[in-house]
């Protein structure tokens, strides 16, 4: 295992990380939909004008996940001692994400704490938001996520 520049000491509550943007195409909801939530709005242009979202083609929410989960691996996950997450607190869909939109990210360090049971370990919750080009939230999450001590990723090394 090469050194990670992110490991649990890195994380300081209240501080805001920037998740980079994304922009949003028609062709890749599209895909997503057809693989994993063929929803007419999903799928057609006047399907999601006409459902309640009403703003045209909308990327599923499980699709605007995802695309979070890229965000933030690109940011900094990668990047890490990052040993996983033992779930998501809670995830709200605040508005539809629509083709052509552009997504900017962030999160806050909410909380952290080392294991009971693995002191190598650590738990850092994050409150993490995506905002389309307009600046409306159009996305929240909040979860922990695992990552190793420095000193215990030197030991893989």
Known sequence: MTAKTWAY?????????DLGTKLVSAAEIIE???????????LDEEAGKASILGGGLAASGWHTC????????????LDSTCQGAPGV????WKKPVLAGDQLTGSLVV????LSKSKPQLGFVTMRSELF?????????????V???TRE??????
């Open 132 to 144: 389309n080009q307009r600046g409306e939230n159009v996305f929240e999450l909040e979860n922990s």
């Open 66 to 77: 995802a695309m979070f989960m890229r965000m933030l691996c690109d940011a900094f996950l």
């Open 9 to 17: 000491e890195d994380f300081v509550e209240g501080t805001s990380l």
């Open 89 to 92: 607190d809670q995830v709200k």
């Open 152 to 157: 215990a990723a030197g030991s893989l090394a």
């Open 110 to 113: 909410v909380a952290k704490r």
């Open 32 to 42: 997503f939909a057809r693989e994993f939530d063929a929803q007419p709005m999903h």
């Open 146 to 148: 695992m990552f190793l």
